[in-house]
């Protein structure tokens, strides 16, 4: 399925594979990949927190390595595998303060052998939510308390709970870190990156409470009065400079579970949301107590279209990424949904993929079993596909695949390739 790229050409062109990879015990925790393969973190909690990190070229596992803490999203730039993990005390052997810190440590993709590691830690505590590829370096977001540090770089935060970004360069440098939000509980959710004619594009999502800001820009709140927590999204540059900011949100909370940028420019934010809201100008109402909405922004922020992923049960967004021109988002639902022109039916607590070309749903695809089933990652694949890990806690069907029901429920895992 996956070429080893050679000076002329991939040896074979890229393919599709479903298939198990739970551990008794463990959860699936982050994914990605490229020609050379695909990498998963697997998250056990039987002692202390121990993360298995797992690169496969098909089904076949060519190398392991194992750390203490736990795993969240993974990344790939130039020949450098990045792995976010969280823990207390020691993690990866550089200590921590706040409980919580985090760490991003690299990896040769290839051969499994360690590069470098890199605490991002705070005060009170630090997580990392989200880490993109940016040339052969890593963009990376996530929230903390109090005041933190990533290297030489330190901020603190305006309130309660703020964002961050960092970018960091293929050796590990720090080159900025920045904050957003205010007096309340604000966080940055995903980060997503496109590098294109002589341009660096960084986009960034999350949610905020009245009185947030970047660099002095204030997001606007739906209702300035209210507690409830909004979405936002922005665009940096390069050199993390803000270039424009938008927001959407109405009277309950709603939250952003990602962002990417496709081929064609266009920024878009996957979005859990309730009731009664407002994007830019236009009315959005829900089909049920939540529902996803995918929600588009042109290369200047002006708005771009919106659609909504829902039925009349509990439904909303997990992950999104680009594959070239198009979006695919993974999403859970309940009861029945209608996706674009399609209507598909859940056996119990459901998951699903779409694929957009804006606002164009051009294709569903459902993942049914008998438990409850949970898209826990997703990576975009050269931008030619994407990567998935799904949780399952009973027998599955994944992309026709069967997957058998786990032992322990909490450790079902399945991988998912899909080139297009």
Same mark, same amino acid.
């Given at each position: 399925?996956?070429?080893?790229? $050679?000076?002329?050409?991939? =040896?074979?062109?890229? $393919?599709?594979?479903?298939?198990?990879? !739970?551990?008794?015990?463990?959860?699936?925790?982050?994914?990605?990949?490229?020609?050379?393969?695909?990498?998963?973190?697997?998250?056990?909690?039987?002692?202390?927190?121990?993360?298995?990190?797992?690169?496969?070229?098909?089904?076949?596992?060519?190398?392991?390595?194992?750390? #203490?803490?736990?795993? !969240?999203?993974?990344?790939?730039?130039?020949?450098?595998?990045?792995?976010?993990? $969280?823990?207390?005390?020691?993690? &990866?052997?550089?200590?921590?303060?706040?409980?919580?810190?985090? *760490?991003?440590?690299?990896?040769?993709?290839?051969?499994?052998?360690?590069?470098?590691?890199?605490?991002?830690?705070?005060?009170?505590?630090?997580?990392?939510?989200?880490?993109?590829?940016?040339?052969?370096?890593?963009? @990376?977001?996530?929230?903390?308390?109090?005041?933190?540090?990533?290297?030489?770089?330190?901020?603190?935060?305006?309130?309660?709970?703020?964002?961050?970004?960092?970018?960091?360069?293929?050796?590990?440098?720090?080159?900025?870190?920045?904050? /957003?939000? $205010?007096?309340? #509980?604000?966080?940055?959710?995903?980060? &997503?990156?496109?590098?294109?004619?002589?341009?660096?594009?960084? +986009?960034?999502?999350?949610?905020?409470?009245?009185?947030?800001?970047?660099?002095?820009?204030?997001?606007? %709140?739906?209702?300035?009065?209210?507690?409830?927590?909004?979405?936002?999204?922005? =665009?940096?540059?390069?050199?993390?400079?803000?270039?424009?900011? &938008?927001?959407?949100?109405?009277?309950?909370?709603?939250?952003?579970?990602? @962002?990417?940028?496709?081929?064609?420019?266009?920024?878009?934010?996957?979005?859990?949301?309730?009731?009664?809201?407002?994007?830019? /100008?236009?009315?959005?109402?829900?089909?049920?107590?939540?529902?996803?909405?995918?929600?588009?922004?042109?290369?200047?922020?002006?708005?771009?279209?919106? @659609?909504?992923?829902?039925?009349?049960?509990?439904?909303?967004?997990?992950?999104?990424?680009?594959?070239?021109?198009?979006?695919?988002?993974?999403?859970?639902? +309940?009861?029945?949904?209608?996706?674009?022109? =399609?209507?598909?039916?859940?056996?119990?607590?459901?998951?699903?993929?779409?694929?957009?070309?804006? /606002?164009?749903?051009?294709?569903?695809?459902?993942?049914?079993?008998?438990?409850?089933?949970?898209? *826990?990652?997703?990576?975009?694949?050269?931008?030619?596909?994407?990567?998935?890990?799904?949780?399952?806690? %009973?027998?599955?069907?994944?992309?026709?695949?069967?997957?058998?029901?786990?032992?322990?429920?909490?450790?079902? &895992?399945?991988?998912?390739?899909?080139?297009?």
């Amino acid at each position: 399925m996956f070429g080893c790229p $050679g000076p002329k050409s991939p =040896e074979a062109p890229i $393919g599709s594979l479903t298939l198990e990879i !739970g551990r008794d015990g463990g959860a699936l925790r982050g994914v990605a990949g490229d020609l050379d393969g695909t990498y998963a973190a697997i998250t056990s909690f039987a002692d202390s927190p121990r993360t298995t990190i797992e690169a496969r070229r098909k089904a076949a596992i060519t190398w392991q390595a194992t750390l #203490a803490g736990t795993s !969240g999203p993974l990344a790939r730039a130039g020949d450098q595998l990045a792995v976010t993990l $969280g823990g207390n005390g020691t993690v &990866a052997e550089l200590p921590l303060r706040g409980t919580p810190g985090a *760490v991003v440590i690299t990896f040769d993709a290839l051969t499994g052998a360690p590069r470098w590691k890199l605490a991002i830690d705070a005060s009170e505590w630090a997580v990392i939510t989200s880490i993109a590829p940016i040339g052969t370096g890593f963009v @990376v977001g996530g929230s903390f308390a109090g005041t933190l540090r990533a290297a030489t770089k330190i901020v603190s935060s305006a309130g309660k709970i703020d964002g961050f970004v960092a970018r960091l360069s293929a050796k590990g440098e720090v080159e900025w870190l920045i904050r /957003t939000g $205010g007096a309340n #509980a604000d966080a940055i959710t995903g980060v &997503a990156v496109l590098v294109g004619a002589g341009a660096e594009r960084i +986009a960034i999502t999350g949610t905020f409470a009245t009185g947030a800001e970047l660099q002095g820009e204030p997001f606007v %709140a739906f209702d300035d009065k209210s507690p409830a927590v909004d979405v936002f999204v922005a =665009e940096l540059d390069g050199k993390g400079s803000r270039k424009w900011s &938008a927001s959407f949100g109405g009277k309950l909370d709603d939250s952003s579970s990602g @962002v990417a940028i496709d081929a064609k420019g266009r920024v878009a934010v996957a979005a859990t949301v309730r009731d009664k809201l407002k994007v830019d /100008t236009a009315d959005i109402s829900t089909n049920g107590p939540s529902d996803g909405l995918v929600v588009f922004y042109n290369r200047d922020g002006s708005p771009g279209g919106s @659609v909504v992923l829902g039925g009349e049960a509990l439904d909303g967004l997990h992950g999104i990424a680009a594959a070239g021109p198009r979006i695919v988002v993974g999403g859970f639902y +309940a009861g029945t949904i209608q996706v674009g022109r =399609e209507k598909i039916t859940a056996q119990g607590d459901d998951a699903f993929f779409a694929i957009l070309d804006g /606002t164009k749903v051009d294709a569903v695809w459902p993942v049914r079993g008998a438990g409850r089933e949970e898209v *826990v990652a997703i990576s975009p694949l050269l931008a030619r596909g994407f990567v998935a890990g799904i949780g399952h806690t %009973a027998a599955a069907t994944i992309f026709g695949q069967p997957l058998a029901s786990p032992k322990d429920p909490a450790s079902g &895992a399945g991988l998912v390739v899909r080139a297009f």
